[in-house]
């Protein structure tokens, strides 16, 4: 996932996340989808290279809802990892698919997430959902703090832009 944006080359796939709740331990995620597909299918992966356990990363997501343009999109669970909204591709011009949930993150390892008053980290595989059949598209991450967080500092192996 590259952190970069071009001007010329806009992001097809574009996260944002926050500190929802330092206390509850929430992050708030926005993935917006510039061009969706018909029937749109994101998922979070149930393990991770180098982690020979099942993690089951989707337990921990909660409160997803989706909208296109100024609508509500039904989202419909198809597992314990995968959801599908069906969108309005022939609506001219094609809206972006806006996905905004929480993530809960009390977990002290490399491999998932956490999130408290003191610090704040994630593994991209715990809190961004794929987007099913635009794995090429351009991605960027967008790192969003709150008052509470404005001391912090952002350590990651991604470009800034």
């Given at each position: ?26 992050f708030r995620v926005t ?45 419909q669970q198809l597992d ?19 996905l905004d949930y929480e ?59």
């Amino acid at each position: 996932m590259a952190a970069k944006k071009s001007s010329a080359l806009p992001a097809g796939i574009h996260y944002r996340v926050e500190p929802a709740d330092l206390h509850a331990h929430l992050f708030r995620v926005t993935l917006t989808i510039a061009r969706p597909a018909a029937l749109q299918q994101v998922s979070l992966p149930v393990w991770i290279p180098g982690s020979y356990l099942v993690r089951e990363f989707s337990k921990n997501l909660q409160k997803l809802h989706a909208r296109q343009g100024t609508r509500g999109v039904a989202v419909q669970q198809l597992d314990k990892c995968s959801w599908q909204i069906s969108t309005d591709a022939s609506a001219a011009p094609l809206a972006p698919l806006v996905l905004d949930y929480e993530v809960y993150a009390l977990d002290n390892s490399v491999r998932t997430a956490w999130l408290d008053a003191q610090r704040g980290f994630f593994n991209g595989t715990s809190l961004c959902l794929r987007v099913h059949g635009q794995e090429n598209a351009p991605h960027a991450l967008e790192l969003a703090g709150t008052p509470a967080t404005a001391k912090w500092e952002a350590a990651t192996g991604l470009a800034a832009h």
